[in-house]
């Protein structure tokens, strides 16, 4: 019955037979019965108490310390655009001018548990000055583009294209 909870509480006449007589509230009682109920956790039985988040679950921070980039290309922008259109890559990244197209294997993060190097298939980079949020490729087809600015992983990456650019100058 909607807007109603059943208490089963025993009723009058019916001590002492084994039987319960069912009392039914309205909504809003049953509302205020439910806060009573959720104010004492300990009187539910089907849910823990929690003493502190710390009880169940432990957060290991482990950033990842090297990786291996296995091709890193310098292409033209309107290139990258197009390969991450026909591959179905759904988004490139933005960070310090450049605009960056990844691929990793499915196998990737498994491989920097095990062995503590996070590898990388390709890079593939341009540069773009501005950071907006869509690249438009035209017809009606557009990729989104992410901010990675200040995210370590990135930022090393960009820090080894500029050297590698300065070094070919």
Known sequence: MIGRLDLGRKGKGTEGKGREAKEYLPIQKFCKKLLKVLRKPEKIKAFPTWKGSGDFLEVDLTPTKRVKILGLDKRPLDDIVWC??????????????YLLCMET???????????GIFPINQICYAK????SRLYDVGRGV??????VSGMKLFSAIAEKIRNLENEGK
């Open 128 to 131: 773009y000055p501005n950071y």
């Open 105 to 115: 294997y499915e196998k990737a993060f498994e491989h920097e548990v095990e062995t």
């Open 84 to 97: 991450c259109v026909s591959m179905e890559v759904s988004k490139l990244f933005w960070i310090d001018g």
């Open 142 to 147: 557009q990729i989104s583009i992410v901010n």
